[in-house]
């Protein structure tokens, strides 16, 4: 009888020191992350401190320009996905401050499928509160964010690629699955669309993917992208033959 209680005091003490190391290892994170940003920005804290405001605002990061591809060019290699957000979170890297923001994402639909998807592993550490990833669930990854630190909140302005994306909120992707389709990569703000009702949302009408997206499904996703493309050719020759 003493060494049943004996074992089961040792399973209790097991799991609460299990579950103690856990919450020590995040708060162990939350404050790393801290750190990294309040060493970075020291200067800027302090003086919205002194100045008794609770905001530092950051200019977004740089990003290298990639030449416009039509939507026929990228679903060479690229998918159509319909996905919802499921949850979020920021990480701060060294040795630059890095801000990323991970958004979990379930994939509810393909409208297009990737041809191939690698299978590599990820080459980087993936937030432990979002794991595990289910079959149908994958990442975005956004360059941006925002982070308390003593109690003022440094945000790192999102850069000119990235997108914030609503939790709950659905939106259509023009992506590629990477590392067997635990990451969807994507061509910038113009490849992601806010889906409302079916319709589709996007303030980047300047971007050439967001006029033919918008062309292909006239904006809404209740419409057969076939049967748009075979009333837009009979328009075209109907201008042909009727000339004005």
Not at 217 to 238: F, H, I, Q, V, W
């Amino acid at each position: 009888m003493k060494l049943i209680l004996c074992l089961a005091l040792g399973l209790v003490l097991l799991s609460s020191g299990a579950l103690l190391w856990k919450a020590t290892r995040r708060a162990s994170r939350q404050q790393t992350a801290a750190d990294i940003v309040r060493d970075f920005h020291r200067e800027d804290i302090e003086r919205a401190k002194k100045q008794g405001k609770k905001e530092v605002i950051l200019p977004p990061a740089i990003d290298m320009p990639t030449p416009p591809k039509s939507l026929d060019e990228l679903l060479r290699n690229y998918g159509l996905l319909r996905v919802k957000v499921l949850d979020t979170e920021t990480t701060v890297s060294e040795p630059y401050a890095d801000f990323k923001t991970w958004y979990k994402v379930e994939i509810l639909k393909t409208l297009h499928q990737q041809v191939k998807v690698s299978a590599e592993p990820f080459p980087f550490e993936v937030p432990s509160r979002l794991l595990p990833l289910l079959p149908s669930e994958s990442l975005l990854v956004m360059q941006g964010g925002e982070i308390i630190v003593d109690g003022v909140t440094v945000v790192r302005e999102f850069s000119t690629g990235s997108v914030v994306l609503i939790p709950r909120e659905e939106y259509l992707i023009v992506g590629q699955l990477e590392y067997g389709g635990k990451r969807i990569s994507h061509t910038g703000r113009g490849s992601v669309f806010h889906v409302v009702n079916n319709r589709l949302m996007s303030g980047h009408k300047e971007h050439r993917l967001v006029r033919e997206i918008e062309e292909r499904y006239g904006n809404n996703l209740d419409n057969d992208p076939k049967t748009l493309k075979d009333l837009l050719e009979r328009k075209t020759d109907a201008s042909l033959n009727h000339p004005l």
